[in-house]
């Protein structure tokens, strides 16, 4: 999902460099992983101290983490709640029920592969992850926000009808988004 | 052992429900078997005249075997602590029907709500048969055993291509399937 | 001269994605300026479908899924599991692993109230408070990791007993863990408690009188606050409630301020339970064995189990038709009641600035009610 930039200006090696101490956590508690995301806030496993705050509303929030599985009837609004975000933006999928499915994999209300709906940067495995495993992981999207890889952002512009044919397939119709993906792709030269 | 709490109250109920099957459990525990056309005057003389003023729950069970739905009424007494299990059965059908006791206890709302959408039976009299959990399914209710959950997700959802060697293996040995 | 304005009303939806709502819900309200003259509830972005994947599993596979329906508090899910099992099938437990199941039992009620407490106070705006009681719940959670080897899902209870015995001086660190909690039981009133601006929000929000109550099907500790001394521990008493010595806090106004007493109150009494237990326990084995658990049949029968959690009654109606897997399991978490239709009358007359805190002095807990 990253591909790597060979030619970067200065300018955005700096950018990359400052944006990456500053990434704002969207505050979604979309499942069961939620409860160990207290922890990792509060004083113990302190996330702030890289720079990582929490944010209310979608529309100035740098990450989506997606804690654990999703049902169809979540899954509409975080599909919405992720077109609402301001690109350049990443998606964490927590836990192994975004990987396969989980312990969830026979039931006929959640969804199984994250990756058909909206592009995910990283995993974290675990079920559920620990309050380190989770720093351990903001940490490797630090690393690669600086080096350049992070660009799955990109990706949903690209093939933005694979990801529409899935999401209408499981939400059996086309959902209103109020968002025009096209033109922001417009914007981006994509 | 000597169940006398339980004993006096069956021996209060019996006399004017000489059609139902009365039995202690097991300490604190009685089983009610009703028609189920007795049902709500059990009802309303279990709330304003012995005393069982807390409806815990109203579970429903699926006897696809023997053709009918049987509805479980969960009652506690306050001051005698003694819980009461109430059962019925009424025909299994596309949409069977039977009569509500929202009017009498709020907590029933919510269990018989969930039991139409679940298993399909409708409450006639009840104000709000709205679904609640399963808002944009299209299916058939998915409590009834006739529903298959694990073939519908397989065919329903697409999964992660994850085929490793020793998984093959057993899947050929036949193991691995319960 | 005036012009004469029509006010009418309007409507919005705190939906799930909010940080005032305790998980994964939305309410659709109804306003006219700021009061609220009508509300629904919205739940179902939870549902998993538990009961039917319950009934798709053997009866030992289905141990390591139950403990995720409630998600800050999930002993009593097992516990629950396990009983109903061994009623119908007249399984004995031995009698040091009721003990343990009753330490395990209230240490996650500890949990669950620190991490309500905090939540309580953070709606009206004092956010020191779940910085700290957060904090400290991670220490019991240290506990269960090194008994049970995982900090949230513990999958330890099985029907016939626990899984594995105390590590050696685990019961001098459940003391020092209880003695650390204790002292700042202090400092938690210092902060909140007794702060005459925490006072002044909390009082006379979201008022529950006791016909209100109790006709409306409320149990737990919102129960208590309106003045009815009604717990399942003493009531309808299992492991072994029946043989320790505590009380039951009780509080009469029935207002958020009142919940968060008892709450507080029902801390320093599960610290003394915990004492005692540590106190008393007998030695002996910890489990019995089930006979080849992969081929293991329980006979027909059927049985209700309840218990006391941090928000209420929870029960469990199993059904077994003499097969290996659960003919029927139905769930009837804490927040059916507390969740839909009282958190739905007690909102219409308050105001919009007071929803919030309605909500998370109920503690409705959403996994709860969607399974």
């Known amino acids: 999902m990253g591909e790597k930039m060979t030619q970067r200006s200065v300018w955005e090696k700096i950018a990359a460099k400052l944006s990456k101490r500053s990434l704002w956590m969207l505050h979604y508690c979309t499942g069961c992983g939620a409860i160990e995301l207290p922890p990792t806030m509060t004083a113990r496993f302190d996330m702030e101290r890289f720079g990582i705050g929490h944010m209310v509303t979608p529309r100035q929030a740098d990450i989506l983490l997606i804690t654990g599985y999703l049902s169809v009837k979540t899954l509409k609004r975080v599909v919405l709640t992720y077109e609402q975000m301001q690109s350049p933006k990443y998606v964490v999928g927590f836990g192994s029920c975004t990987i396969n499915g989980g312990m969830y994999w026979n039931s006929y209300s959640t969804m199984k592969k994250l990756d058909q709906y909206i592009p995910v940067e990283t995993y974290i495995a675990g079920c559920m992850p620990r309050p380190e495993a989770i720093i351990a992981s903001f940490n490797a999207l630090i690393d690669k926000i600086d080096r350049g890889e992070a660009n799955s952002w990109k990706d949903y512009y690209k093939n933005y009808d694979f990801y529409k044919e899935n999401q209408d397939r499981v939400f059996e119709g086309p959902i209103e988004t109020y968002n025009d993906i096209k033109a922001d792709a417009a914007l981006f030269k994509i | 052992m000597d169940y006398a709490k339980e004993n006096s109250i069956i021996e209060k109920m019996q006399p004017e429900f000489k059609d139902a099957s009365f039995r202690v459990v097991k300490e604190r525990r009685i089983e009610v078997k009703l028609p189920s056309e007795r049902l709500y005057d059990f009802a309303v003389r279990m709330q304003k005249r012995w005393n069982f003023l807390h409806l815990s729950a109203i579970s429903c069970v699926d006897w696809i075997e023997d053709g009918e739905f049987e509805l479980v009424y969960h009652f506690w007494n306050y001051d005698e602590k003694v819980l009461v299990m109430a059962k019925i059965r009424i025909p299994r059908e596309e949409t069977s029907h039977f009569d509500t006791l929202s009017n009498l206890w709020q907590p029933a709302k919510f269990f018989e709500r969930d039991i139409h959408e679940m298993f399909g039976i409708y409450f006639d009299g009840s104000e709000d048969m709205e679904r609640y959990i399963l808002t944009d399914w299209n299916g058939p209710p998915p409590m009834r055993k006739d529903f298959i959950t694990r073939e519908f997700a397989l065919n329903f959802y697409k999964y992660r291509e994850y085929e490793p060697q020793w998984l093959k293996d057993m899947m050929a040995a036949g193991e691995g399937n319960e | ?371």
């Open chain 3, 1 to 371: 001269m005036s012009k004469k304005e029509e006010v009418r009303d309007y409507e919005i939806f705190i939906g799930p994605n909010h940080p005032g709502i305790e998980g994964n819900f939305s309410l659709k309200l109804k306003l006219l300026g700021d009061k609220i003259i009508s509300a629904k509830t919205d739940a179902g972005y939870l549902h998993r479908g538990f009961e039917k994947l319950m009934e798709e599993r053997l009866f030992i596979q289905n141990i390591a899924i139950v403990c995720r329906i409630c998600v800050p508090d999930p002993d009593p899910n097992e516990n629950n599991y396990a009983r109903a099992i061994e009623e119908i099938a007249g399984i004995e437990v031995p009698e040091r692993a009721k003990w343990i199941r009753t330490l395990v039992l209230e240490l996650s009620r500890l949990a669950s109230h620190l991490f309500t407490i905090g939540g309580h106070a953070a709606t009206t705006g004092l956010y020191a408070l779940p910085n700290w009681t957060v904090a400290d719940r991670d220490r019991i959670l240290e506990l269960f990791e090194e008994l049970t080897g995982g900090r949230v899902y513990h999958i330890y209870q099985l029907p016939g007993g626990v899984r594995r015995d105390f590590p050696d001086g685990f019961g001098k660190r459940v003391l020092e863990v209880m003695d650390y909690i204790e002292s700042r039981l202090g400092d938690y009133d210092d902060l909140a408690i007794n702060n005459a601006l925490f006072i002044k929000r909390a009082t006379g929000i979201g008022v529950l009188t006791k016909e209100q109550a109790i006709s409306w099907g409320v149990t737990g500790p919102d129960l208590r606050a309106c003045g009815v001394a009604s717990d399942v521990r003493k009531d309808d008493p299992y492991e072994v409630y029946d043989k320790l010595d505590f009380e039951i806090p009780t509080q009469t106004e029935g207002d958020a301020y009142a919940r968060m007493i008892v709450r507080r109150r029902e801390m320093e009494q599960s610290i003394s339970i915990v004492r005692q237990i540590i106190d008393k326990i007998p030695s002996g084995p910890v489990w019995n064995k089930i006979p080849n658990p992969l081929k293991w049949k329980v006979p027909a029968g059927d049985a209700y189990v309840r218990t006391e959690s941090s928000k209420g009654e929870f029960a469990y109606y199993m059904v077994s038709d003499g097969g290996r897997k659960p003919y029927r399991v139905h769930v009837r978490g804490a927040s059916t009641t507390q969740g839909v239709h009282v958190l739905e009358n007690l909102l219409v007359g308050s105001r919009i600035e007071d929803a919030s805190q309605v909500m998370f002095s109920l503690d409705a807990c959403p996994p709860e009610v969607d399974r």
